[in-house]
């Protein structure tokens, strides 16, 4: 059947009676078609419902110079139409359905997900092999005016009339310096989007958007036997045209700063906030593990140690949070503090130094990393259990580690941590002449 033929016969097949699921094995199984798209299945018998997650490794490091935003521009030109599809139907398909979906570019990576009642897996599976093959041909001046337009305005709310944006925008800057595919965030420069052409998208599309350079992860109740068949229904046809000249695997590692590297960035805030931030060991290498779980002693939840130090304790911090953004060729780990009313800010990053000193030297105590690995355990273990992040999960360890399954292994890793080893990460990664340090004041403090 043609794909003009199908679109017909699929729109009026929206509405379809629940088949009673079989109850299937919860086996991963991964495999590749013809044209590279790597595979990934699990289903599960316990729910009615059924996540696909498409990943499409086109975020920054997809993006040459004067190209930045452009893998979010291409997400937003992705749900605007394809050959076979109008735009119309992409707007209502999902909802009709009865299932919900969103795409969320990252600097590794496009995801696009959707998750709908189980019966409607072959709607989302068609509309998917839609977006990743054949949005191009359907891109007009029009609807790319109008899309860039909606990116310039999500750069406005998510950077430029932000508080604290700029600054946060600024300490992207400094830890990655221009010429590295992270030295700006994924909302791109306002210049570079406006000058980005039909003809610059669809170069970019025929790059990246092709099935050898995609992930597609099915999670949910479904017959295993009937997605591979779906699977090769709608994928298995796309052909894979252009293979990315680079892959990211190949790109330069990124370094952490030589010295520590600061500036002051004064925006429209009632108080003042430390962005601290180091590039640190990659996803899955050897202090990766470690590093998580500075992450969790130092992510700013009552009552970790972070909050207790500069909350609890010395009170010159109203918020405080440290986190672990894992990045294929150099992951961040980046801490704010939220300087409270009155409070020298040199004061709070003292505070905040004291207490990386104190882990750097003495590592944590055994309750705050046995709490640390709980929090793990607890987390990990609600992904497992809801659908979408659930399919995240085997989607990033299939990018990251080359083993969808590597979940366990990871948690392996984790529980293996002590407070000598997380200290040992801390000393070597965290140090306080390797980073970058943004101080953001009020304007009215001028």
């Known amino acids: 059947m043609s794909r003009t033929l199908l679109t017909a016969a699929l729109l009026a097949a929206v509405v379809v009676p629940m088949h009673a699921a079989a109850q299937v094995s919860t086996a991963l199984e991964e ?72 795409a969320i570019t990252g600097l590794d990576r496009t995801m696009f997900w959707a998750t709908v009642p189980a019966n409607a897996l072959e709607q989302v599976l068609w509309m998917r092999s839609e977006q990743l093959g054949f949005v191009a041909d359907a891109i007009t001046p029009e609807v790319f005016e109008r899309q860039k337009a909606v990116v310039l305005n999500e750069r406005l709310q998510s950077i430029d009339n932000r508080p604290y944006g700029p600054s946060r925008e600024q300490l992207q800057h400094l830890m990655f310096p221009a010429g590295s ?21 669809r170069a970019f599309f025929e790059r990246y958007y092709n099935p050898a350079n995609a992930t597609l992860v099915i999670v949910g109740r479904y017959d295993p036997g009937e997605a591979r068949r779906l699977v090769d229904k709608y994928f298995g046809t796309l052909r894979n045209h252009i293979v990315a000249a680079t892959p990211p695997a190949a790109l330069t590692p990124a370094t952490p700063p030589t010295h520590e590297v600061r500036q002051i960035v004064r925006e429209d805030v009632a108080a003042a906030r430390l962005h601290v931030g180091w590039i640190v060991a990659r996803p899955i290498a050897g ?67 004291a207490l990386l000193n104190d882990l750097a030297t003495r590592g944590p105590s055994d309750d705050d990393l046995a709490a640390a690995k709980a929090a793990a355990r607890v987390y990990y273990w609600e992904d497992e259990e809801q659908l979408l992040a659930h399919a995240e999960t085997l989607a990033y360890f299939a990018f990251y580690a080359g083993d969808p399954g590597y979940l366990q292994k990871h948690l392996a890793r984790l529980a293996a941590a002590s407070p000598d080893s997380v200290r040992e990460a801390i000393h070597r990664w965290l140090s306080p002449t390797r980073r970058a340090v943004v101080l953001t004041l009020p304007e009215k403090a001028r």
């Open 31 to 102: 495999y590749r078609l013809p044209n590279g798209l790597r595979v990934i299945l699990q289903p599960d018998s316990r729910v009615a419902r059924v996540t696909v997650d498409l990943w499409c490794h086109a975020g920054a490091v997809a993006q040459g110079l004067g190209q930045s935003g452009y893998a979010h521009l291409f997400e937003h030109v992705a749900f605007a139409g394809s050959k076979h599809i109008p735009k119309s139907a992409f707007d209502s398909l999902i909802p009709s359905l009865g299932g919900k979906e969103d």
């Open 181 to 201: 595919p992270y030295h700006e965030l994924m909302a791109g420069r306002a210049d570079d989007v406006r000058r980005a052409t039909v003809a610059d998208v």
């Open 287 to 353: 202090d990766d593990p470690d590093l998580e779980m500075a992450g969790w002693i130092l992510n700013g939840k009552r009552p970790s140690v972070l909050w207790r130090r500069l909350v609890v304790d010395a009170k010159v911090a109203d918020d405080a949070r440290c986190d672990l953004d894992r990045l294929r060729l150099g992951s961040t780990f980046i801490c704010r503090v939220t300087v409270k009313p009155g409070v020298d800010p040199a004061r709070a990053e003292h505070e905040l130094d």
